[in-house]
């Protein structure tokens, strides 16, 4: 490191310059960063439920997960109502059958028009008056500009063709597989012994739907739509009189792994059609309202935080370079680490948001480190010459600063053992980011100090600074005392606290629901209770029940099994279950068994005879455009040999209530038991669908956190024990760490704040952060005993020496989370609540618990070398040994751990 800093020291502008270099280079990477809050980035893909899961939506499809649409009107029984309607359904059809040639058409019609020159949108619109479809798109798109009206300029015409020209690629995909709603859906008829698809809407020889006009055309299509059973709650709903009052729509994706592209695209759609009373819901709009939380609090909320550091900056060094050189380490580590991910594809996470505020508190704190040695150091600098002097002042700090660093690197990497992605890839950038700021702090700081002049501070300056921080000075007098004194005492209440909150342990619940990140008068949770009264709910999961033979699922014995079950879940008894409605292949043959019977309800029921079964298949004529054995309209709810059954069960929040990851695991063992105990021996079961992911997620959280927590102690410790070769310290170090998560999880489960996936990095980040003020501590006392001082003048001197970095990097890192209470975004919010109070644990640890076990366990640190301790000569920094010794990371460690041994510590 001595020599690092002698290089940096002798060429700052190039080094500078360096650093500048790469910071602009990496900043292109931050425009190609994409968020990615979807259950796949929080399970492995190895793992055997998720393995079937996928399986499973290649036979059925993706039926699970839905985007469900409730339209609605004050006047809905109007025709132009429906012509209303019917454009809306226009819209998202075009992203389900792609026309190639119509799209290009329309592309090189838009180029010509635009090429012409500048034009009002009036014009625009209106060569394309026969195509509405296009046009209502170019109106959306233009919006999304930022243009209302007058004249389109050349600008806005580039930016234009840009978006339509996506879309086109973005209908090309088909990422839509089908549009369920009263205008789309066929119906079953029975006339003249022939079982057929009849549309509820009929079609022209356009294929245009011809809407009904007059009160009986209106009449006639709600007697078709309250015809079959199967209708109500799925593509419309009634109010407490059985009107009629919303239609559902339905809009299944194709088995695809981002569906946020074209869940947008809808979005967009809806929100053009203002004149319709439209709710939208499903967990592809979920995501998409995570994605939108997260991106506003970047932007936002990450100049708050850099703000903040900047205060800190300003309160502790009043000096341009005390806030200039610390806020350019913070600023390019934080590019260099979000640029990199952009490059290399990784997408930010719900726990992914955090790393910007991470990197921005750990750069502050690191810049705070080197800079007050710079000042402790400022005589010595001023006596030996600046360039000597900064070298032999930087080049200590940085060792420390370096060994720290590596330290927090090793606990952060723990996590590239984690079996979610989400949580290993934060792991491994938050390790990155950390040698990053190590790396640029030690650069930026002593080359910026080089060039910039060396003065004095006035008189009258050194007593405002000593006043400004007397409290600081009161607040570690009073530790010391208390940790000197009463160190029995400080022990027992930290004992006592300990109690508390291994008893607040077990009542720490795990949660993965991903509404209950969002505030209750959020639009995204009132509107999922209100989709849930209306059609069942917003999402569901899938029972696959295998009748153990081909052709099984046409027997009836086999369809009254599925219907009992269906019964029971949706049983007012079992109202626990939240079950709010089911489909399943049976509902075929009962529409096709009462079709048979003039339509009489009273046949809507399974039939008795194999063979009637049998019969109605065969002389149904539903389209297999895939050729696989299955009706298309089959799919979804039986398998190519008839062997299983799909049955698909929406869940429904009871009186707004989230179901939640307890609810979910309630739901499915009840659900087990009883197939269990009524299914008969040669039927098997098995239960999927995206709420058993987040199920499946939630003992990988904890499974995780688990490793990752005895791990990383287990790390830490050993690197201790080769910093300081004394077990005992090593065991120390663990206590202000351990006694700061556990107080984490405690608070956690006394205030009903559940271990979700952003609150289950906290543990990590403590003991990553936290021991950087155990090692600082632990190296300053050693040294202070090696001077011959007795322990109780060691902890002393040691708390006025060290203590003072300390309290200064935890105020930057306390400040800077706490920015985050600021978020609208639930997740946030508690996650920078809680490591500000696990932040202030880990100094209150450091300062005054760790001081207080050494007091109590007379600890030795004083076999190894140290600097000098006389006042009145400067520090001497020896050489140690050469770079060639660095080969391998372990290595790299003991070598600089040894040299950091041999230089000390002499923070002033």
């Not at 039926?63 to 609605?72: E, G, R, Y």
């Not at 300029?153 to 580039?158: Q, V």
């Not at 060396?454 to 000075?473: A, S």
């Not at 179901?659 to 999927?688: C, M, Q, W």
């Amino acid at each position: 490191m001595n020599r690092y800093i002698r290089f940096v020291l002798n060429h700052p502008i190039a080094m500078l310059v360096g650093c500048l270099i790469i910071t602009v280079i990496l900043s292109a990477g931050i425009t190609k960063l994409r968020f990615d809050t979807s259950i796949a980035t929080f399970l492995p893909k190895s793992d055997a439920s998720y393995k079937y899961y996928d399986r499973v939506k290649k036979v059925y499809g993706d039926v699970d997960t839905f985007v469900i649409l409730s339209v609605s009107h004050a006047h809905l029984w109007r025709h132009d109502t429906f012509k209303k309607i019917d454009q809306l359904l226009v819209d998202l059809e075009a992203y389900q059958d792609f026309d190639n040639k119509l799209e290009s058409r329309r592309m090189e019609r838009l180029s010509a028009v635009l090429a012409k020159g500048r034009i009002s949108g009036e014009a625009l619109f209106a060569e394309f008056e026969n195509d509405p479809s296009f046009q209502r798109l170019l109106r959306r798109k233009l919006s999304l500009l930022g243009w209302h009206n007058g004249v389109i300029g050349s600008r806005t015409a580039g930016n234009l063709k840009e978006k339509v020209a996506a879309a086109a690629e973005l209908k090309s995909s088909e990422m839509i597989d089908d549009i369920i709603s009263p205008f789309t859906i066929r119906d079953i008829s029975g006339e003249n012994d022939m079982l057929q698809e009849v549309r509820l809407i009929e079609t022209d020889d356009a294929g245009s739907r011809i809407l009904p006009e007059g009160r009986a055309a209106f009449d006639n299509f709600i007697s078709r739509l309250k015809r079959n059973p199967v209708f109500e709650k799925g593509i419309y709903a009634t109010d407490g009189q059985g009107n009629i009052t919303d239609f559902g729509f339905i809009i299944r994706f194709q088995d695809i792994s981002d569906s946020d592209p074209i869940a947008r695209e809808i979005l967009e759609i809806v929100e053009s059609h203002d004149e319709l009373d439209i709710i939208v819901q499903g967990e592809p709009i979920v995501y998409i309202w995570m994605n939108n939380y997260m991106q506003r609090d970047l932007s936002r909320l990450v100049p708050l935080v850099m703000l903040v550091a900047v205060i800190i900056f300003f309160i502790n060094f009043r000096s341009l370079r005390g806030v200039v050189l610390p806020f350019l380490t913070l600023g390019m580590s934080t590019i260099w680490i979000l640029g990199l991910m952009g490059y290399l594809g990784v997408n930010i996470t719900t726990v992914g948001v955090s790393i910007p505020v991470l990197m921005i508190a750990v750069g502050s704190s690191y810049g705070i480190h080197i800079l007050n040695q710079y000042y402790a150091d400022f005589d010595l600098i001023s006596r030996e010459g600046k360039r000597t002097g900064l070298h032999h002042s930087m080049s200590h700090i940085a060792v420390t600063v370096l060994l720290t660093g590596l330290t927090t690197f090793v606990a952060f990497m723990t996590l590239a053992t984690h079996q979610l992605a989400a949580i290993r890839d934060w792991g491994i950038f938050c390790a990155l980011g950390i040698i990053f700021a190590v790396i640029i702090s030690a650069t930026i700081i002593p080359a910026g100090l080089e060039l910039m002049p060396h003065r004095l501070l006035g008189r009258n300056k050194k007593r405002e600074k000593e006043k400004r921080f007397g409290f600081i000075e009161s607040a570690i007098g009073l530790m010391a005392k208390v940790s000197i004194t009463h160190y029995g005492k400080v022990l027992a209440v930290v004992f006592l606290l300990i109690i508390a909150s291994v008893f607040g342990l077990f009542r720490l619940n795990v949660e993965t629901e991903l509404l209950q990140y969002f505030k209750k008068n959020d639009q995204i949770r009132t509107t999922a209770s209100t989709i849930g009264d209306k059609f069942g709910g917003r999402w569901g999961f899938m029972i696959l029940i295998d009748s153990g033979e081909a052709d099984g699922v046409k027997s009836p014995e086999f369809l009254k099994t599925i219907e009992d079950f269906r019964v029971w879940l949706e049983a007012e008894a079992n109202s626990d279950l939240c079950i709010g409605r089911t489909d399943a292949f049976s509902d075929f043959i009962k529409t096709m068994h009462m079709a048979m019977h003039n339509d009489d309800p009273a046949y809507f029921k399974v039939p008795a005879s194999k063979w009637d079964i049998m019969d109605y298949l065969e002389i149904f004529s539903g389209t297999d455009a895939n050729s696989d054995g299955r009706v298309d309209r089959f799919e979804a709810y039986v398998d190519p040999f008839f062997q299983t059954c799909n049955v698909i069960a929406r869940l429904n929040q009871k009186n707004g209530k989230l179901i939640g990851s307890a609810g979910l695991k309630h739901i499915f063992n009840r659900v087990s038991i009883h197939l269990d105990d009524t299914l008969p021996e040669k039927y098997s079961y098995r239960i999927t669908g995206h709420p058993k992911m987040l199920i499946k997620s939630v003992d990988y959280i904890v499974g995780g956190q688990l490793q990752s927590l005895f791990l990383t102690f287990g790390v830490i410790a050993v690197v201790v024990l080769l910093l300081l070769r004394n077990f005992r310290a090593a065991l120390l170090s663990l206590i202000p760490m351990s006694v700061a998560v556990i107080i984490n999880f405690g608070i956690m489960g006394w205030s009903g704040i559940r271990l979700d996936i952003a609150t289950s990095i906290i543990a990590a980040i403590t003991i990553g952060i936290g021991v950087d003020d155990t090692i600082h501590f632990l190296n300053t006392f050693r040294c202070y005993r090696k001077w011959g001082e007795d322990v109780d003048t060691a902890i002393q001197k040691t708390l006025q020496v060290a203590g003072k970095a300390i309290i200064f990097t935890s105020m930057a890192l306390i400040c800077g989370f706490s920015v985050l209470v600021l978020s609208p975004f639930k997740p946030l919010v508690l996650f920078g609540l809680l490591m500000a109070v696990t932040m202030v644990a880990t100094t209150l640890g450091a300062l005054v618990v760790l001081p207080a076990a050494i007091k109590l366990t007379r600890v030795k640190l004083i076999g190894q070398t140290c600097p000098q301790a006389a006042s009145s000569r400067p520090l001497v920094i020896k050489e140690t040994q050469p770079a060639t010794r660095f080969a391998g990371i372990w290595v790299s460690l003991i070598s600089l751990i040894r040299q950091q041994i041999k230089e000390g510590i002499n923070e002033k």
